[in-house]
């Protein structure tokens, strides 16, 4: 139990639906992350926030929206997307500084 | 610009046998911060160390050990009499630390070890 937990575990969808992934971290930290991992690369950040701030946007495409309510949450919500976005998406948590990262289990997504 | 590199893509070895995952990195800054995890199956990072650039002590924690080496850029993990449970995808990091702490972590791509019975 690491204290960050992500829902679903796995989820099947089609390119025309919308979707939602949910983070909680119970661990009283600062900053929350979004990763994807696909198949033969490496791990890719795609959001941060810090204090529910958004301070980093790697580049992702519009249908990949973040959400971060609170510090304990963050959501990434889904629409339109594309096979290539299959992948394990993996929420991350992390006290002030640069100590290390707590992940969560991961989201299998399979985009049909 | 930071890099991590985990040269061997995959590795077997038998149930018992020692093992080196390597990791080269590259950065510009005097201070950073080194990582190892480990992804079991279940697909979740499992954190097993943490060594800033000013500690090149190597460090043993039961089966597992690190040879950090500043002068060839290197932070190696061996695993001693590996065992089955070893198995999983091990992920080599760098972190530059700054203010923007956490943006700065550089994963390399995954060294999966399988320990075969």
């Known amino acids: 139990e690491t204290g960050v937990t992500q829902t679903p575990r796995h989820l099947v969808m089609g390119m025309t639906n919308k979707k939602s992934l949910k983070c909680e971290q119970h661990?009283?930290?600062?900053?929350m992350y979004w990763y994807k991992q696909s198949a033969k690369k490496p791990l890719e950040l795609m959001f941060v926030y810090n204090f529910k701030e958004q301070t980093e946007n790697n580049s992702v495409p519009s249908r990949f929206s973040p959400e971060c309510p609170n510090s304990s949450h963050l959501f990434l919500h889904l629409h339109t997307l594309q096979p290539e976005d299959s992948a394990l998406y993996l929420c991350?948590?992390?006290?002030?500084?640069?100590?290390?990262?707590?992940f969560g289990s991961g989201t299998q997504l399979s985009v049909l | 610009a930071q890099k991590v590199t985990q040269a061997q893509t995959e590795i077997s070895v038998v149930e018992k046998e020692d093992v080196t995952l390597d990791c080269v990195y590259e950065?510009?800054?005097?201070?950073?911060?080194l990582f190892w995890y480990k992804q079991p199956p279940s697909g979740e990072l499992v954190f097993l160390i943490r060594r800033n650039s000013f500690d090149e002590q190597n460090e043993i924690s039961g089966r597992y050990s690190w040879n950090f080496q500043k002068s060839t850029s290197s932070f190696n993990f061996t695993i001693t009499a590996s065992q089955v449970v070893d198995s999983a995808v091990y992920f080599c990091a760098l972190s530059e630390g700054g203010d923007n702490y956490g943006q700065n972590f550089v994963f390399g791509p995954g060294t999966r070890l399988s320990v075969l019975p």
């Open positions: 950065t510009r800054d005097t201070t950073y911060y």
């Open positions: 661990l009283g930290h600062n900053a």
């Open positions: 991350a948590s992390s006290p002030l500084g640069y100590e290390k990262l707590f």
